[in-house]
């Protein structure tokens, strides 16, 4: 059963940092690609980052500069680094896999970590 444990969520005011992190279990975890969306109220899902299997590394446009995705495959996890925080990057984050490697494709998810950001 595939499990992906989201952490690291909260309240924050603009211009802080918070690092969420995602423990996986249920998967091979060191050939998945691995992903943070979000999803703002009345928004869609979107990807932020992601990272293959060998490092590679997608930011989005919004969070380029600012967030850094990494991956620690001994320990099954993934972190997102957020620093410079904007009320704008409040949303539900939530962790995915993507065995196939496509980070555009996730076929796992988790339950999602609320982060607040306050102006």
């Known amino acids: 059963q595939v499990q992906l444990v989201e952490s690291g969520g909260g309240l924050v005011q603009a211009g802080g940092s918070l690092r969420l992190s995602c423990a996986a279990s249920?998967?091979?975890?060191?050939?998945?690609?691995m992903m943070w969306y979000r999803q703002a109220p009345g928004k869609q899902r979107e990807l932020v980052a992601g990272i293959s299997s060998g490092d590679w590394t997608f930011h989005g446009d919004s969070v380029k500069g600012r967030f850094r995705i990494s991956r620690d495959n001994p320990r099954n996890t993934v972190y997102l680094q957020m620093n410079n925080l904007k009320p704008e990057d409040t949303a539900v984050y939530y962790c995915a896999a993507a065995s196939s490697g496509n980070i555009r494709r996730p076929d796992s998810w988790g339950q999602g970590t609320q982060v607040t950001v306050s102006s």
């Open positions: 249920g998967i091979d975890f060191s050939v998945n690609a």
